[in-house]
Each structure stands twice: as structure tokens, then as C-alpha cells.
């Protein structure tokens, strides 16, 4: 039986995916300056915090989806994705 998420629940599972994307904005700009800042964006260590970031966005959904319905996801990278692209505008 799926059952749907509750208001507060909800707004607590959007809010944390859009926190997740800005921290993975500022962990993955904070490993290139610390670890290669004269170098390319593309780099071993950004890479590599960006893929633990992934990690831990795809982690923590799993666990608040793990009785939810499917398109939740969609609703969770979008929130990700956006904050991500938002954080991006605003550098620029």
C-alpha cells in the first residue's frame, strides 16, 4: 500500500533536497579552491566531492522514499537540480 506523504513531511522532504543541491554547490567550489584552484573545475577532488554529494542526495532519498510513491523522485531531483541552477545564476 503507497501511502502519500503528509504537508509537513513533504515540505521538510523539498527543503532538504533544495539544502542538499546548495551544499553541494559550496562543497564542490570549496574542494577546487582548496585543492585546485589555479586548475581546471575538472579536477580529481571537485569530481570526487561531487560524486560524494551525489551519494548522499541519492542516499538520503532512498530512505524518505523507501515507502513512497515513485514520483516523489521526480519531485526530489527536481528541487536538487533547481537550487543547483538558482546557486549557479547568482555566482554568475
Known sequence: MVMTMKSNKHSFFILMNASLGLLTCFV??????AF???ESMFSWEPLLS???SLTIFILWN????KKEAKRYWAQAVFSYLASIAVFAYFLT
Open 28 to 33: 564542490y567550489l570549496y574542494t577546487w579552491v
Open 36 to 38: 585546485s584552484f589555479m
Open 50 to 52: 561531487l560524486a560524494g
Open 62 to 65: 532512498m530512505y524518505m522514499l
